[in-house]
């Protein structure tokens, strides 16, 4: 090969965005993270947006980097399905592009922990407000259950009860 090949380049820049768009992410859902444990429910709203975003563009990244892989692999005469891994393309490249592929592949695998952990932690603080949100209505509904339902004739301890029509005891019943 005389020069880099053409997919070559374009996965390279690839996988740079890719890394540049997971760090991107990485920061919106720790800024999320921190706007759910200070309660700014606001901004929360907007870093949702900014993540949903990033998503989609690591999608789009996601494909073009799976379309300049197979163009790769063809390129080299790797098999396609399953559609070889960089480690498979670095070893059939000359050692200079294969260091280069290998370097960014290593650098998105750290982007890609990094914002696999921040969602991680704000998914477990958030299912914990879910938690603690469904105990609260689950309260709720049960004192507005409560407060609709007419008074028993008598308490559990034997002990009179008030507000019923006719006071009972709960020892005249075990006779």
Known sequence: MNGKPHALEVL?????????RNQAWAAFAEAHHA???AGRFANMAASVDAMERELVSIADE???????????AFELDLPDDPPPRLSD????????WADELRAIGQKLREAVAKAEEAGK???????????????A???AQEAATRSIRPPAAYAR???RTNGTAVPVFQRAWKA
């Not at 393309?89 to 200079?96: G, W």
């Open 12 to 20: 390279l820049a690839c996988l740079d965005r890719l890394r540049t």
């Open 35 to 37: 706007d759910m444990v």
């Open 62 to 72: 996601e494909d073009m980097r799976i379309r300049s892989t197979l163009e790769l």
């Open 89 to 96: 393309l670095a070893d059939r490249l000359p050692s200079d």
């Open 121 to 135: 932690r704000s998914s477990e603080l958030a299912l914990i407000g879910l938690r603690v949100s469904q105990g």
């Open 137 to 139: 209505i689950r309260l």
């Open 157 to 159: 301890s034997g002990q």
